[in-house]
């Protein structure tokens, strides 16, 4: 079940970062075709290049057709969505910035229960943020309220703040249950990079970097 959660957590931030991006693109590349275009259309006719001014303003009217005047406000949607999930998947992994030079510094029995206690009120604090989001999201429902592009409901938006608020409350949890039984914290080698280790320990790699000239021993 935990497998299953992951993955859905790993997908949703995924997806929501390349859709985010692919969007933007796209926006990017329609304001400044239509605006190139035009501009185009208006210098050949200037020129005396009918041929080539008819063609720009084509190119023109052809982009100017879709109307993208929404994307901006889906890509903010999706951040949002993205920024509360990847929070709960930070907690995870272990990669939320934190100073710990008091910490470290405390005998290994009384910084056990430091931790226990910081990652409980981790908790208590995602779960009131969700309790209170859940409570927002209902009268949000009751108002009816839309977005101004899109036109979305905007409980649909705002669901965000006790889906990713609650699935933070369990990481924490989940992350002290398994401190409090292993002592150990989830954490990231920020010098590793994935893909790296498997490609320069592979047979092939290695070959050719002992063959290579000033390789090292």
């Not at 692919?22 to 304001?31: D, G, N």
């Not at 879709?66 to 907690?91: H, N, P, R, T």
């Not at 292993?182 to 920020?190: A, F, K, Q, S």
Request: glycine share 8%.
């Amino acid at each position: 079940m935990l497998r299953i959660l992951d993955r859905l957590e790993e997908t949703i931030v995924g997806s929501l970062i390349a859709a985010a991006t692919l969007l933007i693109f796209v926006a990017v590349l329609h304001r400044y075709g239509a605006d190139l275009s035009i501009k185009l259309s208006k210098w050949a006719a200037a020129q005396g290049l009918m041929t080539l001014s008819n063609g720009a303003r084509d190119v023109f009217l052809w982009v100017s057709s879709f109307d993208l005047s929404w994307a901006q406000e889906l890509c903010i949607f999706m951040f949002v969505w993205m920024a509360k999930f990847g929070a709960a998947y930070g907690v995870r992994t272990g990669v939320h910035v934190g100073v710990d030079i008091a910490l470290q510094k405390l005998h290994p029995g009384s910084r056990h229960k430091v931790i226990v206690f910081g990652l409980l009120c981790g908790a208590l604090f995602t779960f009131v943020i969700g309790s209170f989001g859940a409570k927002f999201v209902r009268d949000m429902y009751l108002t009816g309220q839309q977005s101004n592009d899109l036109e979305a409901p905007m409980w649909l938006v705002y669901l965000a703040i006790p889906c990713g608020s609650l699935l933070m409350c369990f990481r924490f949890l989940q992350v002290a249950y398994n401190f409090a039984r292993t002592g150990e914290l989830p954490h990231t080698d920020e010098s590793h990079v994935e893909g790296i280790d498997e490609v320069e320990n592979s047979p092939v790699f290695t070959e050719h970097a002992h063959a290579a000239p000033g390789a090292r021993p």
